[in-house]
């Protein structure tokens, strides 16, 4: 920078400090008489410019300094900080951390590296737990389901212990459904469902109206498909975040209600009439919520919705409108 100011005080030295003499080496060159001198006043200007420009100089050239050596300076914390911004548990690897001659980057990397480990132990420690529980739950159930249905079948029960063994066989059941939608939440957490594949919407759910239909008994379900579109999702996801959005709509609709599907714009919306009082959207999509302590379901059907639209990254809304519980599902 004082290289390239150079020209400029060589015309400052010119002009202010020189000036007197240059006018007076040429004025006895030509036979002339001196001029009148005004030296002090062209030095005090020439030391004041100068010293502005000085310091002009040194400013820019120190923020340039200073702003290269920061950039430089905090590179690898940069770095650090994107590997951070992309690590997933889900991914199962630990990123390589740039090496640094600065100490503290050195140890905030050594103890990013070491609590990305842990977490990741962690991780596939309850993974781990979570799926061999899920499994080892399924052949216990299957058996005490089987001998409740041999003791409903024996010839000797008085109406109080079919009543009891009734009760029993239900509950079952409902541990058996809450043990598969634990394991499929464990399995959308964990990321097993890869296969993905392009699958045209409209279509998709008019084969599933049969079955659907079935589901809903003698509730009404109304379609409404304003045009085709595809998205791309795991079918057998996909297939159960529409079963879960009718199921739910099915278990908190009132006797000869309606259920309505629309899809379009990019969206699909499940609607569905009931005598209950709007929910919490805040909570709606927590697992076991229950509006009103209501003793309908297990309270997994809509964080299963959730789940399989963060694994697709959809997003998933709950409204009331018209009397109308409404969900929809933006892709």
Not at 45 to 69: N, P, W
Not at 144 to 160: H, M
Not at 229 to 243: G, K, M
Request: charged share 20%; aromatic share 10%.
């Amino acid at each position: 920078m004082l290289l390239l100011a150079t020209p400029l005080f060589y015309l400052l030295t010119k002009h202010y400090y020189a000036e007197d003499m240059i006018d007076i080496i040429e004025a006895v060159r030509s036979g002339q008489p001196i001029p009148a001198l005004d030296l002090e006043e062209d030095i005090m200007k020439g030391v004041m410019i100068q010293f502005a420009v000085i310091t002009f100089v040194l400013a820019v050239a120190m923020a340039l300094t200073v702003r290269f050596i920061s950039r430089r300076l905090w590179q690898p914390f940069d770095r650090t900080l994107c590997l951070i911004e992309g690590f997933r548990l889900e991914n199962g690897r630990v990123p390589d951390f740039p090496e640094s001659n600065v100490t503290e980057f050195v140890r905030l990397d050594s103890t990013l590296r070491t609590l990305m480990h842990n977490s990741l132990a962690s991780y596939n420690m309850q993974k781990e737990f979570t799926e061999n529980a899920s499994h080892e739950l399924q052949t216990p159930l299957a058996v005490f389901q089987s001998k409740l249905d041999l003791l409903l079948q024996s010839p000797d029960l008085t109406k109080r212990q079919a009543v009891q063994i009734q009760g029993l066989y239900e509950t079952a059941s409902r541990l058996a459904r809450m043990n598969r939608n634990l394991l499929l939440l464990a399995k959308i957490d964990n990321r097993q469902y890869e296969q993905m594949e392009d699958i045209e919407l409209t279509g998709f759910i008019g084969e599933m109206l049969p079955s659907l239909e079935f589901l809903a008994d003698d509730i009404a379900i109304c379609k409404e498909f304003a045009g085709a579109f595809s998205v791309w999702a795991n079918r057998t996801l996909l297939e159960c975040l529409v079963n879960n959005l009718v199921v739910n709509s099915v278990r908190h609709n009132r006797d000869g209600g309606e259920i309505s599907i629309s899809v379009g714009g990019n969206s699909l919306v499940v609607a569905n009439t009931s005598d209950d009082p709007p929910l919490d959207g805040r909570l709606v999509f927590n697992r076991f919520y229950r509006p009103g302590n209501k003793p309908k379901g297990n309270g997994l059907g809509l964080a299963i919705v959730k789940a399989v639209c963060d694994y697709h990254g959809w997003t998933v809304e709950y409204a009331y409108k018209d009397g109308l519980h409404c969900f929809t599902v933006g892709f």
